[in-house]
């Protein structure tokens, strides 16, 4: 009987009404503390497990919202996911958690699953291959039904919700700045995200910095997979001259530290590395890797707390929120 308990079943036990049973697990005033407690051994040794469907159906809420992110092998998104997590524990939401791994297909599959009655609301980073073919046709029954949307990071303009980023565009222009003003000459841009919405910000900053410096045509390193990044890399530090480099994501910049010093070259003396997203592991890396802070754990606290408005106020204005960057100087730079 253990894993077929009902509310029924206590309440015949211990002879009081289902409604008494349901107000006593729910704390209600209405029932003594004596009989509370007497509800709640008894459904603590039967091993009682709420009926979440019952009681959505009831309140007309799951108390859970669904996360698709690209992936979460990435530090960024692990860091979002995190905040988020933390912060649906305080008003005691649960998380469904679904991976689009960068696909359209994989992220309509999990739109589609947590439309359908799974979930409250949806905090979402759009996939590569959604940004790449530009197609949106999946979140057309999200705003229809005014269903809760909120856009992290990669974004798009085709889709009426709440989105919040950072200023990609002014990070890497004040980047490439502080590079040459530490005397760097010929900088690198290295991206293996460059069919993201981010990734194109993040070029379009690099390219207006040399632009305003007079400086050399851009030299932009698009990487579409890790298995040809050294290849890559190799032959563009072996034809040109580069002595700077800002990577895209955290991953790019360690792989490229590592691929520079592998071919006999040092760090900074010989190329500065600056790369996106900051956490533990940047400051492990030899040297220590120079990052555009992009604040997840502000990202992911603004995300949930935007959602949570949007379920319980119903608000109809949509919010646009920018998150200032921070450059974190470490030895990997001059």
Known sequence: ???????????????VSISTVSKALNNSYEIS?????????????LNYIPNDVARSLKS???KRIGVIVPNVLDDFFAKIIHA??????KLDYKLIICLSNDMLSKEAESTSFLLNGSVDGLILSLSKETQNKKNFKHFENLTKRNFPLVMFDRICEDVICDKITVNDFDATYNAVEFLIKTNCKNI????????TSVGELRTKGYCKALEKNNLNSPILINIPNYSKF?????????????????AADQFSAICAMNIIQKKGLKIPEDISVIGFTDGLIPQYTLPPLTTINQKAEE????????????IEN??????????ETELIRRGSTK
């Open 33 to 45: 503390p004596e009989t509370t407690n007497k509800v709640k051994a008894l459904a603590n040794s």
């Open 314 to 323: 119903n608000d109809v204005t949509v919010t646009y929120q920018i998150i």
């Open 1 to 15: 009987m253990s894993n077929q308990v009902t509310l029924k079943d206590i309440a015949k036990i211990l002879n």
């Open 84 to 89: 988020i997590e933390l912060e649906a524990n």
């Open 188 to 195: 690198a841009f290295l991206s293996t995200i460059n069919n």
């Open 60 to 62: 007309n809420k799951t």
């Open 299 to 310: 990202m992911g606290q603004i995300a949930f707390k935007t959602l949570i408005d949007r």
């Open 230 to 246: 050294e290849s890559i890399l190799a032959k563009h530090l072996k034809t040109q001259n580069i002595d700077a480099i800002v």
